[in-house]
């Protein structure tokens, strides 16, 4: 199931056909009252679907039954739009939520976590892992703890001769984890340098995956992503089809038969100009039309 903006509707339906061969049904008010002929939840009647929040926002009907539905996978766009405050979450955020609640597989996608500040940021992360993200209080305390993972993971990255106090820090860091032969392999001078660099890697890895949003949070970029094809440019020459030709031949021979048009004479009046500094000048003579896109 996919939850978009109700602007972002077709566009997700025409991708998801044309990148993936997925063929989604949009349900809205229209498809449901008419897939009662086939079922009392409409939702049972398709099994990819694409629906606005705001149309489960407005019907805690269309809510029950999209809750109802057996998804193996939530999807929402434009998931910083997902408002949350410890006093008063929003509708959309609740909406959501009571979805996330049923459907094992949630994944929340926005090009801006924190546009709505820190605490929706938490409340998103937390409708991805409820456990690990419990309560707003401690996930603070816990950002503030952060400085010794991001130092070790740092020294690990700089690919230079770990200190005493940096293998101490990353043993504490990871107790439960047996490191012992990774740091071996870091600290040895006999070992080819690949063989360090995946040892460093590992280590980060394990760092990065028991401290902070490493096992919920996926940052990408369009300079991250590789794979692309380049694109050129192949250009084909097109004949001109004969109505385009006619139009035109026609627009010409309308052009040269038209008589000139003729403007109304008006008068001209010539003001005096005044040149006192402390003469005010009229509304709009300085005014300045801003084009922007």
Known sequence: MIV??????????????????????????????????????????AQLVLCSLDFLRKSKRRLDQAVDGDWDLLVVDEAHHLEWSQDKPSREYQVVEALAENIPGVLLLTATPEQLGHESHFARLRLLDPDRFYDYEAFVEEERQYAPVAEAVSQLLANQPLTDDALNSITELLPEQDIEPLLRIVTANDVDEEQKLSARQELISYLMDRHGTGRVLFRN??????????????MY???????????????????????????PHRPCIRKKSISSSKAKQPAGRHSTRVLTG
């Open 237 to 263: 020459p097109l004949e001109l089809p004969n109505q385009y030709t006619t139009a035109m031949r026609v627009a010409g021979i309308m052009a040269l038969n038209s008589p000139p048009s003729k403007k």
């Open 4 to 45: 978009v903006p109700e602007t972002l509707q077709h566009q997700w339906l025409v991708e998801m056909m044309r990148r993936f061969n997925l063929h989604f049904s949009i349900f809205d008010e229209e498809r449901c009252v008419e897939a009662y002929a086939d079922s009392d939840n409409p939702f049972h009647t």
């Open 221 to 234: 970029t369009r300079s991250a992503i590789q794979g692309f094809p380049q694109r050129h440019l192949s």
